[in-house]
Structure formats: C-alpha cells, structure tokens
C-alpha cells in the first residue's frame, strides 16, 4: 500500500476519533451495531498460471527436420515432350518417328532416293517436379502447424494474469430507536502479483512468437511458395516409402499425430484461499464504517423524502415461482480444447490397427475374406447402434414439477425426436453411400472401357512397331543394295579407267611394232642391196 495513503488513513482516524469521543449519539449507535446481528468475513485468494512449455520444444524439434526437407527436398523427374523445329530439337527417340509417320504435316520434304527431311520433330527432355505427394504432406503439415500455433498464442494472450484478492463481506442487522437497519457490505482489492512465475510466462510467450517467426520463414522459402497452389492432403496420410523411411518426412508424420494427439493449451491455473484473521481494531473500524453509511442514507432519506411523493408508481405482480433446487458451483479450469478435426490421425490409426488385427485373426481361423470383412462391418456398425441407444436413452434432462406419467411423456416424446434425427442421419448416410456405389460404377466401367483401349492400343501400337521395323528393315536393305551397286560401278569405272590404260599401251606397243618392222625391212633392204653389189663385184 503507497505511504500516502497510509498517512491519511491516520489522519482520519484522528479526526474520527476526536470527532466520536464526545457524541452520546455516536456511543449509543455504535452500541447498537455491536449488539445486533453482525456477519464478518475477510477471505484472500491467491490464483496463479503457469504455461506448458514441452509442446514448444517439440514443435522446434520437427522444424529442423521441416527446414532440412526445404533446403534439399525430394523430386520426382518427368519426361517431358514438347514438338519444336528441327534446329532446336537436342534429343530424339524412336518416339519422334512415330510421332512423325502420325504427323505428316511436319515433314519438309522428301528426297529422291527416299530422304525423309522433318520440318518439326518431337523432342523430350527430363524436368523436377516438386509436388509429389510427400511435398505436399509438408506443405498441409506446415499449414496445420500454423494454425496449431496462432490458436495457442491467441489463447495464450488472453488468458488473465496471476493476481491476490482480498475480500471482506459484512452482513449486519441491528435496531435503534423505531428503526431497522440492514446493511450489506462487499469489498475487493485486486492486485497484480509480480514475481519470478510471471516473468517465467513472459519467457514461454516470447519462445511462441519467436516459434511463429520461425514458421514465416519457412513459408517465406522458394519450395513452400512453389507447393502454394497444390493440392493439400488431409488425413488419412498415406504412408509411403519416403513417409516411413526418410528420417525428415518421418519426423514431420510424428508432428501431425502429436497436433491431432495434443488438442489442449497446455496451462495449470493453481488458486490457493485462506480466511484472514480480523483483529479488534479491524472491527472496530468496520463499525465505524457501518455507523457512517446508516447515517448517510437515514439524513438523505429524510431530506428527499418529500420530492418521492410526486414520482410515480407502478404496480407489480408477483408471479407464482416454483422451487428449484440450488446448487453449489465450483469452478475448474480444465485445458482448453483447442482443436476438432473431422478425422483424427492418432485415432484413425489406431482404429484401423484394430480392425486389422481383427480381419487378420478372422483369416487365421479359416474364414474367406468376405466374411473376415463382413464381420468386422458387423461389429463396427452394431458399436455405433448401442452408443446410439445409450445416448439416446440417458435421461440428462430433469422434469422438475412434473408427474411421473408427464415425465416418461417428456422423456418418450424427447427419444423419438432424437430418433428421427439418427434417421435423418442415416438417411443421408444411405444416400451417400448410394450415390457413392453409383459413381464407383460408372469408374468401373471407364476403367473396363480404359482397359479395352489400352489393350487395342498396345495392339496396334505393337502392329504398328512391326511393321516400322519391317519398313526400317527394307530400307535398310535398299540402303545396302544401293551401296554395293555403288561399289559396282565404282568398281567398273576403275576397270574401265584400267582398260582404256591397256588400249594405250597396246597401241603404243603396235607403233612400236610397226617402227621395228620397217626398220627390220629397211635394214632387209640395205641388206640386199650389199649382197647385189658383191655379186657385180665378182
């Protein structure tokens, strides 16, 4: 309490008392207040919060694993095929002929001798492709994550402070002179309690927001921006081998079942309560305050008494009230329920292990499994048909002032309107699941349809292979005929080339020839002549 006030407390005090100690009517009026019927009560409560901080390191603990599959993420690597002119295409396959014989208007030409010369060709080439059911598993389990937190940090900001209460009630009937007075008193002082426990909750509120900017930042992240717009995957998860295997989406699975196992705030509310002790100057002082507030209001009654007369009066009319009972309240603080998701992954899961140890069982004992599921429908549906009939039967309501024939009237008439309504809901149940048969149907006979062109299609796409390699195998053949008719007549233009080198060199050689036979004939002629001459000689 400040010193200021302190001081003036004495100083009214002495006035009081100086004021009191020579007034015969103050001494007889206190004298009446302490022998009537007086009720004193002095109570403090003393309520503190503490939060829960565990859920915050776990949840700083999936981050790591959530920051990691950001920075090196899972990709799956499509083939993509894309038409494009022949200048910018960098790889074809087999697939970029039969795209072309099917496509004849991106063929340019085609050469003499059987050239096939393509305008467009049907290019492919590998791309990432980020949103693979796993990545979007993180991207829903970051979105739940955030509103897991706000909820918790809103909550958080709004719950009340530790504080201490004092009270003091009073409760005094007493008679002086031909009056009867009643005075009620009620006083409470809050104050805030400032100590380590607060500045601890401080902390636990400090770690939330600085959680929440965490989560930003990974929202802020080139892969959380590029699954912005894909599709969100809700529970059930599906548990793939990347889910089960790779220790960072494993660790993201165990925080979506512990945001579906703990929907609670996680804060203790401890409020402790003691009656205080008044001592006689306390008391004393409280007279004082009865005495002053009686004659406050005993002078002013008297002194606007008259100007009540001219106001106005209206009658009223007491209604018969019936009795009800009373009952004491206590009050709880239980943890808040912050979360109610339509279908609970903790729960699912361990409902679905059930019923599958339970078919498994079945099996072993020999039954098909038709009758292990038919079983298994069985039971579940004739669980939910006894809650039902509990629920429904439980008489929550109370028929105060009733007859006990009214009663089971009340009760009978409150059962068949909760029947309908499991009719209705059943209703809606049937039509769904109807309407569900009905869709899985027509599924199944586009899929019949699917499977029947599929298998035609890889009939004729087979055909179609055969006869390309046949058409591949005859050109080939031409490709090699054509090359040795070339080698051919390559071969006779060489023999040819050879053959006209031997006329050359024959004609040469008969030149020769013809010189040495007339040599030889010259030579015979200078021969005979010499011989004549020898025999003129003789």
Same mark, same amino acid.
């Given at each position: 309490?400040?010193?200021?006030?302190?001081?003036?407390?004495?100083?009214?005090?002495?006035?009081?008392?100086?004021?009191?100690?020579?007034?015969?009517?103050?001494?007889?009026?206190?004298?009446?207040?302490?022998?009537?019927?007086?009720?004193?009560?002095?109570?403090?409560?003393?309520?503190?919060?503490?939060?829960?901080?565990?859920?915050?390191?776990?949840?700083?603990?999936?981050?790591?694993?959530?920051?990691?599959?950001?920075?090196?993420?899972?990709?799956?690597?499509?083939?993509?095929?894309?038409?494009?002119?022949?200048?910018?295409?960098?790889?074809?396959?087999?697939?970029?002929?039969?795209?072309?014989?099917?496509?004849?208007?991106?063929?340019?030409?085609?050469?003499?001798?059987?050239?096939?010369?393509?305008?467009?060709?049907?290019?492919?080439?590998?791309?990432?492709?980020?949103?693979?059911?796993?990545?979007?598993?993180?991207?829903?389990?970051?979105?739940?994550?955030?509103?897991?937190?706000?909820?918790?940090?809103?909550?958080?900001?709004?719950?009340?402070?530790?504080?201490?209460?004092?009270?003091?009630?009073? %409760? #005094?009937?007493? @008679?002086?002179?031909?009056? !009867?007075?009643? /005075?009620?008193?009620?006083?409470?002082?809050? +104050? $805030?309690?400032?100590?380590?426990?607060?500045?601890?909750?401080?902390?636990?509120?400090?770690?939330?927001?600085?959680?929440?900017?965490?989560?930003?930042?990974?929202?802020?992240?080139?892969?959380?921006?590029?699954?912005?717009?894909?599709?969100?995957?809700?529970?059930?998860?599906?548990?793939?081998?990347?889910?089960?295997?790779?220790?960072?989406?494993?660790?993201?699975?165990?925080?979506?079942?512990?945001?579906?196992?703990?929907?609670?705030?996680?804060?203790?509310?401890?409020?402790?309560?003691?009656?205080?002790?008044?001592?006689?100057?306390?008391?004393?002082?409280?007279?004082?305050?009865?005495?002053? %507030? #009686?004659?406050? @209001?005993?002078?002013?009654? !008297?002194?606007? /008494?008259?100007?009540?007369?001219?106001?106005? +009066? $209206?009658?009223?009319?007491?209604?018969?009230?019936?009795?009800?009972?009373?009952?004491?309240?206590?009050?709880?603080?239980?943890?808040?329920?912050?979360?109610?998701?339509?279908?609970?992954?903790?729960?699912?899961?361990?409902?679905?292990?059930?019923?599958?140890?339970?078919?498994?069982?079945?099996?072993?004992?020999?039954?098909?499994?038709?009758?292990?599921?038919?079983?298994?429908l069985r039971t579940f549906f004739n669980i939910n048909e006894k809650l039902l009939n509990d629920v429904i039967s439980e008489n929550e309501e109370k028929y105060e002032g009733m007859s006990k024939i009214e009663k089971e009237y009340a009760l009978m008439d409150r059962q068949i309107k909760l029947y309908n309504l499991v009719r209705s809901e059943k209703s809606f149940d049937l039509l769904k699941t109807t309407k569900e048969i009905k869709n899985k149907r027509k599924d199944l006979k586009?899929?019949?349809?699917?499977?029947?062109?599929?298998?035609?299609?890889?009939?004729?796409?087979?055909?179609?292979?055969?006869?390309?390699?046949?058409?591949?195998?005859?050109?080939?053949?031409?490709?090699?005929?054509?090359?040795?008719?070339?080698?051919?007549?390559?071969?006779?233009?060489?023999?040819?080339?050879?053959?006209?080198?031997?006329?050359?060199?024959?004609?040469?050689?008969?030149?020769?020839?013809?010189?040495?036979?007339?040599?030889?004939?010259?030579?015979?002629?200078?021969?005979?002549?010499?011989?004549?001459?020898?025999?003129?000689?003789?």
């Amino acid at each position: 309490m400040p010193k200021y006030v302190e001081e003036y407390y004495e100083k009214y005090l002495k006035l009081a008392a100086k004021l009191n100690s020579n007034s015969p009517f103050y001494n007889a009026f206190i004298n009446a207040i302490k022998s009537g019927n007086n009720q004193l009560a002095r109570k403090q409560t003393k309520e503190t919060t503490t939060f829960d901080e565990e859920w915050i390191e776990k949840i700083n603990s999936y981050l790591i694993s959530i920051e990691n599959i950001c920075l090196k993420p899972r990709r799956f690597m499509k083939d993509v095929q894309e038409v494009v002119p022949t200048e910018l295409a960098k790889k074809t396959t087999k697939d970029a002929i039969r795209h072309l014989a099917q496509n004849t208007q991106y063929i340019r030409e085609v050469s003499a001798d059987g050239f096939v010369i393509p305008k467009k060709v049907l290019t492919s080439y590998k791309d990432e492709d980020l949103g693979i059911y796993e990545n979007r598993f993180v991207s829903s389990a970051l979105n739940k994550l955030t509103i897991f937190i706000e909820r918790r940090y809103q909550a958080i900001l709004k719950i009340p402070e530790s504080y201490k209460q004092n009270d003091l009630k009073l %409760n #005094s009937q007493f @008679s002086y002179e031909d009056s !009867e007075f009643n /005075v009620e008193l009620k006083i409470g002082v809050k +104050e $805030k309690m400032n100590y380590g426990l607060e500045s601890k909750n401080s902390i636990v509120i400090e770690k939330i927001a600085k959680l929440r900017e965490r989560i930003r930042r990974i929202n802020g992240t080139s892969f959380m921006k590029s699954l912005a717009s894909s599709k969100k995957v809700n529970s059930p998860i599906m548990k793939t081998n990347i889910i089960l295997k790779d220790p960072n989406y494993h660790m993201v699975y165990n925080m979506w079942l512990f945001m579906d196992t703990y929907n609670t705030l996680g804060f203790k509310v401890s409020r402790r309560m003691k009656n205080l002790i008044l001592n006689d100057d306390y008391i004393e002082d409280i007279y004082n305050i009865v005495a002053i %507030n #009686s004659v406050v @209001s005993a002078v002013n009654e !008297e002194s606007v /008494v008259s100007s009540y007369e001219s106001l106005p +009066e $209206k009658e009223k009319i007491e209604k018969s009230i019936k009795p009800a009972t009373i009952e004491d309240k206590v009050e709880v603080f239980p943890d808040y329920e912050m979360e109610d998701y339509s279908i609970n992954e903790y729960y699912f899961n361990k409902s679905k292990g059930q019923m599958k140890s339970d078919i498994t069982k079945s099996l072993k004992s020999g039954k098909t499994k038709e009758e292990a599921y038919q079983k298994i429908l069985r039971t579940f549906f004739n669980i939910n048909e006894k809650l039902l009939n509990d629920v429904i039967s439980e008489n929550e309501e109370k028929y105060e002032g009733m007859s006990k024939i009214e009663k089971e009237y009340a009760l009978m008439d409150r059962q068949i309107k909760l029947y309908n309504l499991v009719r209705s809901e059943k209703s809606f149940d049937l039509l769904k699941t109807t309407k569900e048969i009905k869709n899985k149907r027509k599924d199944l006979k586009i899929l019949k349809l699917r499977i029947g062109e599929q298998k035609l299609l890889e009939k004729e796409e087979k055909r179609y292979i055969n006869a390309c390699d046949k058409v591949n195998e005859t050109i080939t053949n031409y490709i090699n005929e054509r090359n040795k008719y070339e080698n051919i007549i390559e071969n006779l233009k060489v023999i040819k080339q050879y053959n006209n080198k031997i006329a050359n060199q024959c004609r040469v050689l008969e030149n020769k020839e013809a010189q040495h036979n007339k040599n030889i004939e010259k030579i015979h002629q200078q021969i005979l002549e010499k011989i004549k001459k020898v025999k003129v000689w003789k």
